[in-house]
């Protein structure tokens, strides 16, 4: 049986930069993820204290020689108003910018950094079980192999392997919402438009409807709307219901009128 320090489930930007840190604490690490990178994911504009921790894993130079959208803020908007906050314009130390990113390239750099610094990672396998034993615990995994940890970590994100092993899962007090994205290209052209922010617009009437805009470096930029499913549904297919409510907020629907 394959015997590790520590089992990491999951090789998201959580996954990778646990595994490198603790490779860098000399201890024998496995990241197992259930997907073939790249694969996409949703989670595109990163916060200035990003920078800290990709520096400390070691990954901070591979992420700025990609060449991702430049992030130095965020900008609101509702119906005609408009409202900007520049990351940089602060009193504490630290990073003032950072990236937005696709994260089906972003999360590979980061793991591919993470296996170039010894992380031995299993790309297609999921963890399918996980039994506590005193001393270890045993991972049984799709590819029918078991290994040994005497520690795992759960990064699996939305996977969320360990709450529903053990019955952790609480029930948000929130109500539900549901979000419609995608990429597109945007061809804006406004002089005044901001790429280097993302732009945060609620909706003209339903304070809770609220949408967001992501400009990456190569012309095309992330969009999406999030609410209250009675708010969004138009009985109409995700394409046209993202499009309807994008173009019901006058800002975007002025920014984005020749994307395609
Ligand atoms: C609509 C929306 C918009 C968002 N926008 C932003 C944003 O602008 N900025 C931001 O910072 N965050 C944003 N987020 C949050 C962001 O998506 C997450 O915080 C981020 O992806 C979490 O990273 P992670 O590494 O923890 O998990 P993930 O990126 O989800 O990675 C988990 C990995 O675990 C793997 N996995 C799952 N189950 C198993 C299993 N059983 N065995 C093996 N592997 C498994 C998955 O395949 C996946 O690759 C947004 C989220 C949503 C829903």
Same mark, same amino acid.
């Given at each position: *049986? $394959?015997?590790?320090?520590?089992?990491?489930?999951?090789?998201g930007p959580s996954g990778s930069i646990?595994?490198?840190?603790?490779?860098?604490?000399?201890?024998?690490?496995?990241?197992?993820?259930?997907?073939?990178?790249? &694969?996409?994911?949703?989670?595109?504009?990163?916060?200035?204290?990003? *920078?800290?921790?990709?520096?400390?894993?070691?990954?901070?130079?591979?992420?700025?020689?990609?060449?991702?959208?430049?992030?130095?803020?965020?900008?609101?908007?509702?119906?005609?108003?408009?409202?900007?906050?520049?990351?940089?314009?602060?009193?504490?130390?630290?990073?003032?910018?950072?990236?937005?990113?696709?994260?089906?390239?972003?999360?590979?750099?980061?793991?591919?950094?993470?296996?170039?610094?010894?992380?031995?990672?299993?790309?297609?396998?999921?963890?399918?079980?996980?039994?506590?034993?005193?001393?270890?615990?045993?991972? $049984?995994?799709?590819?029918?192999?078991?290994?040994?940890?005497?520690?795992?970590?759960?990064?699996?994100?939305?996977? &969320?392997?360990?709450? &529903?092993?053990?019955?952790?899962?609480?029930?948000?007090?929130?109500?539900?919402?549901?979000?419609?994205?995608? $990429?597109?290209?945007?061809?804006?052209?406004?002089?005044?438009?901001?790429?280097?922010?993302?732009?945060?617009?609620?909706?003209?009437?339903?304070?809770?409807?609220?949408?967001?805009?992501?400009?990456?470096?190569?012309?095309?930029?992330?969009?999406?709307?999030?609410?209250?499913?009675?708010?969004?549904?138009?009985?109409?297919?995700?394409?046209?219901?993202?499009?309807?409510?994008?173009?019901?907020?006058?800002?975007?629907?002025?920014?984005?009128?020749?994307?395609?």
């Amino acid at each position: *049986m $394959h015997c590790v320090d520590v089992l990491v489930i999951g090789a998201g930007p959580s996954g990778s930069i646990v595994s490198a840190l603790l490779n860098k604490q000399k201890l024998k690490v496995i990241c197992v993820e259930k997907e073939k990178f790249p &694969r996409f994911v949703i989670g595109e504009s990163l916060l200035p204290n990003c *920078m800290n921790i990709l520096r400390e894993a070691g990954f901070l130079k591979a992420v700025e020689s990609y060449g991702f959208q430049y992030k130095n803020g965020a900008a609101f908007s509702w119906r005609d108003e408009y409202r900007y906050f520049d990351f940089c314009d602060k009193s504490s130390s630290g990073d003032g910018t950072t990236f937005q990113v696709q994260r089906a390239i972003f999360d590979e750099i980061l793991i591919n950094e993470a296996i170039k610094q010894g992380v031995e990672v299993n790309f297609n396998t999921a963890v399918e079980d996980i039994v506590f034993l005193d001393k270890y615990v045993e991972v $049984h995994l799709s590819n029918n192999q078991t290994i040994k940890a005497k520690y795992i970590v759960d990064a699996s994100g939305y996977g &969320r392997v360990l709450p &529903r092993k053990l019955g952790l899962e609480v029930q948000s007090s929130l109500s539900s919402k549901k979000a419609y994205f995608t $990429h597109i290209q945007d061809n804006i052209n406004e002089i005044l438009y901001d790429r280097n922010k993302i732009l945060i617009t609620t909706h003209p009437e339903f304070r809770d409807v609220w949408f967001w805009l992501i400009p990456f470096s190569n012309g095309r930029c992330s969009i999406g709307v999030v609410g209250e499913e009675s708010k969004l549904n138009i009985n109409a297919n995700d394409e046209d219901t993202l499009k309807h409510h994008v173009y019901l907020a006058p800002m975007l629907k002025r920014l984005l009128n020749n994307a395609s």
